[in-house]
């Protein structure tokens, strides 16, 4: 093995002998009980963030450990063709090229966005290679194949025929920029300053006005009535009378309806069905005209005054406010914040619109997916996102599956001269259905399907569905779905609707819910913020120029925003080491905790690099101590041997829960800590007494022991750092005669028994060498020299295991020799250390220069209490905590932690040897 560990040089070697070999499909005739998780579709235009990185590793964490177990296993990748964010990103290239896909006209555009796809739509793809995903590649899904396509069609027919689907007229959220509908998902709520306009409506007798406050002022030319609350006794007797609708000429009611806020305003509120969701449920309760004054570009159409006709919406608030001042009809103007809906693709303002749009009826496909819930056929991990989804649900709403583009799966929907709708598979279907004669013409519905639509069907239409495939039969359902909360109603809802009504079943038994990335503190990663990393940058690193005095950018690296850029050069100055995937993968499964947030911070992921050369120094420990060694199953063990075999079944006992439980953070601790901890920080010096030492049988059996706990915590390890145990296990396994290409195929390690008295006895040993090297690093004592240690007290066992480790105790701890003493012995200038009852008498006479190491202690105590104070003052300065940047007040708060704590351990020293001079 090379000296040191290079991710680099064999990830890319790894990943593609594993793809050549067809490891990651399933097999189909194994015994196991099937395994299936489907990948959550990511758009076709995107690239991997550090969620997608998060959740892959999660998945792939999942389908390994499965697959080790001996079960089919099927990771089942794909795409979906992201109707709006994949047209728009072929609409800016024709607009780069100088055209427009009106220009192109449809079937071009299409064939323009089909071949945009081919060029540049694999990079998702070439990332999670880079990430390690076992996914089947050889099934890859595209939500616009054919035979998805296919499925998608006969599921909008049949939910047509049932009458569950049916297009009517209704409010939407519209982008005048785009000119399509919008889901809530594709609607960001952005709270801005914005004002709040208190307009007077004359009473139509003359009798006096009513004050309407409102935010949007170019609305109230739409209006159809005011409504206040009916126990609101200020206008309890104006109810039932008309009021003049300032700038129109028109009269409207006064309505009572108990949705109105009596404390908003003035407690009378604008009602403008056709411009505001909740006004359009308060027109439908009380029978109003709904009157449409926007365009789709929102500009006002042919039902406003002449004088606003043709208007951009806010142009025409600029022109209304000011003809309602003139008027003497606007009484005051307010500051006000209110959340702003915006396209998350346009940025503009979403306009709650009427169109005539496609409509799913959900309640009736809603009532079997609450139930498949409520009686356990389903689970949420955690369980409290079931109460999330429940509170959805019951409160579900008739849902808008048309959207106003021409990339996507377009509606079978065709419609004759006379206004008559017609659906089928296709045209000819269509025709067939009606009974119409083929001189009839007929014109398909221009408008696309919601993506969420085809999203739906994911878990069954990648298995083959509606065909009775073999691989639709052995894993539909899924065994677990893996997704972030924000997607519960949109998505996660929505595949258990159609997968109970469509493929007879459940779409998964499980939903794990994992939380959201979020940068070190704790804030949402957004471009915006300039927060975001990404995760190949991390796996492959990032050189960063040297600073210049002036930027003609404001960047160093075109991806980088400056505040990572800053925090980067502050922790690694010279850019970002390549940590590898592996390192990137353990961290994401130790932060898969149960929160809603995770912070993510560059320290951590160092961290565990470290924890990837730990292993890898220690493999190549083992292995120089095995190499030409013929290694044959021993007769008999030593302590230390049955200790780490108890310790590694017990860690693999535990590891088996953890994952059962989704509880990935768990298990990586365990991991680490039986790697770093008892297998390298103890077990490989306790194994160095024996193989230098001990006999040949002692020397085979401890050999054989490093060997087989290696290449079994290497199998165990695998799912979560699989390119490392891979490089590793090809040098462990042959001489342990383990068979086999690949540890991706290897079975899981069986665990060993517990064996009690071993893990007892190595307990002991363990507390006595850890209570000589804390007096000798208390004291400072040079760590070659030898101590001798007197014994006092103790039980019977304690002095047998003190004759039987009596090597391994002088040799790892660095004693002379141990000897007995009474209980009278005067232990006034010894160092003391407890192990039970047991106490360890170090003598300290000449071991220690009292004075002189007393003069170094008070040196380094005045420097330190220096830096304390300085520290202190810094903080305590309200202007360096409140003009400092964040960051830097976080690093000074941890710079004084850290000179809290030396002075602290100082005095203590100090202390003890103070206690020592008075003793001598």
């Not at 949109?490 to 994992?514: E, K, N, Q």
């Not at 990032?542 to 160093?556: F, H, N, Q, S, Y």
Request: hydrophobic fraction near 40%; include cysteine; charged fraction near 25%.
């Amino acid at each position: 093995m090379d000296k040191s560990y290079s991710p680099a040089q064999i990830e890319a070697r790894w990943y593609d002998t594993w793809d050549e070999r067809g490891y990651f499909a399933p097999d189909m005739d194994a015994d196991g009980e099937p395994f299936c998780i489907m990948l959550p579709p990511p758009n076709v235009t995107g690239s991997l963030h550090m969620g997608h990185a998060f959740q892959d590793t999660i998945m792939d964490v999942l389908s390994r450990y499965h697959r080790m177990r001996g079960q089919p296993t099927l990771w089942q990748p794909g795409t979906d063709h992201a109707g709006i964010a994949t047209q728009m990103v072929v609409e800016r290239r024709l607009e780069a090229q100088g055209t427009s896909r009106h220009d192109l006209g449809r079937d071009a555009f299409v064939d323009a966005v089909w071949e945009w796809k081919g060029e540049s739509g694999g990079t998702i793809e070439r990332q999670m290679r880079r990430l390690g995903a076992s996914v089947d590649w050889e099934n890859h899904r595209f939500t616009m194949d054919e035979a998805l396509s296919a499925a998608v069609t006969r599921v909008f027919v049949e939910l047509y025929d049932e009458g569950l689907i049916e297009r009517r007229k209704r409010l939407v959220n519209w982008d005048p920029v785009l000119n399509t509908a919008l889901s809530d998902l594709e609607v960001d709520n952005v709270e801005e300053a914005g004002h709040l306009w208190h307009i007077r409506y004359p009473l139509a007798d003359d009798s006096g006005h009513l004050v309407v406050a409102t935010t949007r002022p170019e609305t109230l030319l739409g209006d159809t009535a005011v409504a206040v609350h009916p126990d609101d006794e200020r206008y309890g007797s104006l109810v039932g009378q008309r009021l003049e609708l300032p700038l129109t000429g028109r009269s409207i009611p006064v309505i009572a309806d108990e949705d109105v806020d009596p404390e908003f305003g003035t407690g009378c509120v604008k009602v403008t069905p056709a411009h505001d969701f909740n006004d359009w449920d308060r027109g439908e309760r009380h029978g109003l005209e709904v009157i449409n004054i926007f365009n789709p570009d929102a500009s006002l159409n042919e039902a406003a005054p002449e004088a606003y006709r043709g208007l951009d919406r806010f142009e025409a608030r600029k022109r209304i406010v000011a003809d309602l001042e003139a008027a003497g009809l606007l009484e005051k103007v307010e500051p006000h914040k209110l959340a702003v809906p915006r396209g998350d693709r346009s940025g503009t303002v979403v306009e709650p619109y009427l169109t005539d749009q496609w409509y799913v009826k959900i309640a009736p496909l809603a009532k079997p997916a609450i139930e498949a819930v409520e009686t356990g056929r389903i689970r949420f991990v955690p369980e409290n996102y079931a109460r999330t989804y429940f509170n959805w649900m019951h409160d579900i709403k008739d849902w808008c599956i048309s959207r106003q583009l021409w990339w996507g799966h377009r509606i079978p929907a065709w419609f004759d001269p006379d206004g008559g709708v017609h659906v089928g598979r296709d045209e000819a279907d269509a025709r067939r259905r009606a009974g119409l004669a083929d001189d009839v013409p007929l014109t398909q519905d221009e408008d696309v399907l919601d993506t969420w639509f085809s999203s739906a069907l994911w878990p069954f239409s990648t298995l083959g569905w509606p065909d009775r495939t073999r691989r639709l039969e052995a894993f539909y359902p899924t065994s677990v779905l893996v997704t972030g909360f924000d997607i519960i109603f949109f998505w996660v809802a929505r595949m258990i609707m159609m997968g109970l009504r469509f493929a007879g079943d459940v779409p998964f038994r499980t939903v794990y819910i994992h939380g959201l990335i979020c940068d070190s503190q704790g804030q949402k990663m957004s471009k915006s913020k300039g927060n975001v990393l990404d995760p190949i940058d991390l796996i492959d690193g990032i050189e960063l120029e040297p600073l210049v005095a002036k930027r003609t950018t404001g960047l160093m690296q075109p991806h980088m925003a400056p505040s990572i850029e800053k925090a980067t050069r502050r922790e690694f100055p010279d850019g970002i080491p390549a940590f590898g995937c592996d390192a990137l993968r353990f961290t994401f499964a130790a932060l898969a905790t149960t929160g809603r947030e995770i912070s993510f911070d560059l320290g951590r992921l160092e961290g565990n690099r470290n924890f990837c050369n730990k292993l890898w120094n220690a493999a190549r420990y083992v292995l120089l101590q095995t190499e030409g060694q013929a290694i044959e199953a021993p007769q008999a063990l030593s302590p230390a041997d049955r200790w780490i075999l108890s310790r590694l079944g017990a860690m693999l006992r535990e590891l088996e829960g953890h994952i059962a439980t989704f509880r990935l953070d768990l298990a990586a601790q365990c991991l680490y800590e039986f790697v770093w901890n008892e297998y390298c920080d103890w077990y490989l010096e306790l194994s160095k007494p024996a193989l230098q030492e001990g006999s040949e049988a002692e020397r085979n059996a401890t050999r054989h022991t490093l060997l087989t706990v290696l290449e079994r915590t290497l199998r165990a390890l695998h799912p979560f750092v699989p390119f490392i145990t891979e490089e590793i296990w090809q040098r462990v396994a042959p001489p342990l005669g383990v068979a086999g290409e690949s540890i991706v195929v290897q079975d899981w390690p069986e665990a060993p028994a517990q064996d009690a008295e071993a893990d007892a006895q190595a307990a002991w040993l363990k507390a006595v060498l850890q209570a000589i090297r804390r007096v000798r690093s208390e004291l400072s004592l040079p760590p070659a020299k030898l101590l001798p240690v007197h014994l006092q007290g103790g039980d019977a066992t304690d002095l047998e295991r003190v004759e039987s480790f009596d090597a391994l105790l002088r040799s790892l701890g660095r004693v002379e020799a141990f000897s007995r003493v009474d209980d009278d012995f005067d232990a006034s200038t010894c160092a003391v250390a407890l192990v039970g009852e047991l106490r360890l008498l170090i003598p300290l006479e000449g071991l220690v220069d009292v004075a002189e190491e007393n003069r170094r202690l008070r040196r380094l105590l005045e420097k330190e209490s220096k830096d304390l104070q300085r520290s202190r003052a810094k903080l305590g300065n309200p202007r360096f905590v409140d003009n400092a940047p964040e960051e830097v007040v976080a690093e000074e708060r941890r710079r004084l932690a850290g000179h809290e704590a030396t002075v602290g351990e100082l005095e203590a020293q100090l202390t003890r040897l103070a206690a020592l001079a008075k003793q001598s």
